[in-house]
T-cell receptor
Framework: AQSVTQLGSHVSVSEGALVLLRCNYS??????LFWYVQYPNQGLQLLLK??????LVKGINGFEAEFKKSETSFHLTKPSAHMSDAAEYFC???????????FGIGTKLQVIP | DGGITQSPKYLFRKEGQNVTLSCEQN?????MYWYRQDPGQGLRLIYY???????QKGDIAEGYSVSREKKESFPLTVTSAQKNPTAFYLC????????????FGEGSRLTVL
């Protein structure tokens, strides 16, 4: 069994401030972890993924996430928010292969000018 | 360009009518998936298919049907038995058999009048 918890369905930051979106997971096997971004009325786009190669994962648009096994966390960060970062972000976990991918409920990021 | 094409983008349906959402991919991916997205609930798996002529129910298959007659195509029919069909529907295919990474279409928004 696997699950994903995203803390905070809405997060607001000022432009230029640190972005921190929280994700905790549970998995009975070593997980693969993902962050996806969704802009209004569009599909999901992969930001980054953890595949056990390195615990600090860098993605597109300046985002990165750190896998912490002891905390079962995979939080998403960006040092300086940009207006274009306003979107909804989804954390997801997979046991691999063609098995089910489980998504969190999503976090809407608002960037205040 | 390779990708997933969903159509129509917007669809309105009267109660009691069946409607079919199209999903076509030219990525040569074996696995395809249908997700339903509702505000505050993340993505929920409806059906998935790992190979032509075979598919499995996801978490919320009731009131939906699919077919997989061709590798490229995975249409979803929302039947009149689906009690609350108004939602955003996302089709995806599996990019990487190892990690479960998903590649998404742009989505179809169904509204029942």
């Amino acid at each position: 069994a696997q699950s994903v918890t995203q803390l905070g369905s809405h997060v607001s930051v000022s432009e230029g401030a640190l972005v921190l979106l929280r994700c905790n997971y549970s998995s009975s096997v070593p997980p693969y972890l993902f962050w996806y971004v969704q802009y209004p009325n569009q599909g999901l786009q992969l930001l980054l993924k953890y595949t056990s190669a390195a615990t600090l994962v860098k993605g597109i648009n300046g985002f990165e996430a750190e896998f912490k096994k002891s905390e079962t966390s995979f939080h998403l960060t960006k040092p300086s928010a940009h207006m274009s970062d306003a979107a909804e972000y989804f954390c997801a976990v997979s046991p691999g292969g063609y098995q089910k991918v489980t998504f969190g409920i999503g976090t809407k990021l608002q960037v205040i000018p | 360009d390779g990708g997933i094409t969903q159509s129509p983008k917007y669809l309105f349906r009267k109660e009691g009518q069946n409607v079919t959402l199209s999903c076509e991919q030219n990525l040569n991916h074996d696995a395809m998936y249908w997700y339903r997205q509702d505000p505050g609930q993340g993505l929920r798996l409806i059906y998935y298919s790992q190979i032509v002529n075979d598919f499995q129910k996801g978490d919320i298959a009731e009131g939906y049907s699919v077919s997989r007659e061709k590798k490229e195509s995975f249409p979803l029919t929302v039947t009149s038995a689906q009690k609350n069909p108004t939602a955003f529907y996302l089709c995806a295919s599996s990019v990487d058999r190892g990690t479960g990474e998903l590649f998404f279409g742009e989505g179809s928004r169904l509204t029942v009048l």
